[in-house]
């Protein structure tokens, strides 16, 4: 990190799929909502989160190599411009120096064994903010579109807990190979939700999601770790991570061997 008078400048690392939207010219961005580890953005209808190291690492985001002790984001201010392979809000600017990868690859389809373990500890650790059975029906193709769009919006925050079950139920989707087109559809054409949780919907659809649920889902194929990942992920939010979790499951259970 390098300061001049009053203006610090970072290297950050960013997702490979954040980077149209960094590396196109830069332009003027509204702030959505500030916190002390994260700022959110819009730009030209894109949404950009800068983020400090202990922040929840979201697809959309740019996470600088500061703490949030170190640099607390909500008391940064000034004009925010998004593009040129970077964020700039007031004096702080984070540019793009490493990039790293977000989406979830296919992985090995679970055991019905580990998933109903693995939904047992989700019932017994986790905080949901929406009754599970609400999404069952995600993975039936006559039910699927009436369900996502049951879900979409359900619950309170930038990420409202249904969009988080719809985003575990996307990505574990893409990595377990499962036709979900509804529902992909209803994600990529713009949920009517927050800005911030329609465009993870976009990212999910595209098998994009916070690093905590690779590990979730690939313990979910090899039963391996299982306990520490499902904690981990448990751990994001209030409830995100729950509602993440939540999601994943209806589609490992639909494709479990």
């Not at 196109?24 to 950009?48: K, M, N």
């Not at 600088?64 to 004096?91: I, N, Q």
């Not at 994009?208 to 299982?226: H, Q």
């Amino acid at each position: 990190m390098t300061a001049t008078s009053t203006t610090v400048t970072c290297w950050a690392a960013a997702p490979a799929g954040l980077l149209p939207t960094l590396s196109g010219p830069r332009r003027r961005a509204h702030v959505l909502a500030r916190f002390r580890t994260a700022i959110y953005l819009e730009a030209s209808g894109d949404i950009v989160a800068l983020l400090t190291q202990d922040a929840v690492r979201l697809p959309c985001g740019l996470v600088m190599p500061t703490h949030s002790d170190e640099r607390p984001l909500d008391a940064v201010r000034g004009a925010a411009m998004v593009g040129d392979g970077a964020v700039v809000v007031g004096e702080l600017t984070a540019r793009v120096g490493r990039i790293v990868p977000a989406v979830v690859p296919r992985l090995a389809r679970p055991g019905a064994g580990i998933v109903r373990y693995a939904t047992m500890l989700v019932t017994e650790r986790g905080r949901p903010d929406i009754d599970p059975s609400m999404a069952d029906g995600l993975a039936e193709p006559g039910e699927a579109e009436v369900t996502a769009t049951r879900l979409v919006g359900r619950g309170g925050g930038l990420t409202p807990a249904g969009d988080d079950v719809l985003a575990g139920f996307l990505v574990a989707a893409h990595a377990y190979g499962l036709p979900a087109p509804a529902i992909r559809d209803l994600a990529m054409s713009g949920a009517r939700t927050t800005r911030l949780s329609a465009a993870l919907l976009r990212y999910a659809a595209r098998g994009e999601s916070v690093p905590e649920l690779r590990p979730f889902l690939t313990a979910l194929g090899d039963g391996v770790d299982l306990v520490p990942a499902t904690d981990e992920l448990l751990r994001i939010g209030h409830s995100s991570g729950t509602s993440l979790a939540i999601g994943a499951l209806v589609a490992a259970r639909a494709v479990a061997r």
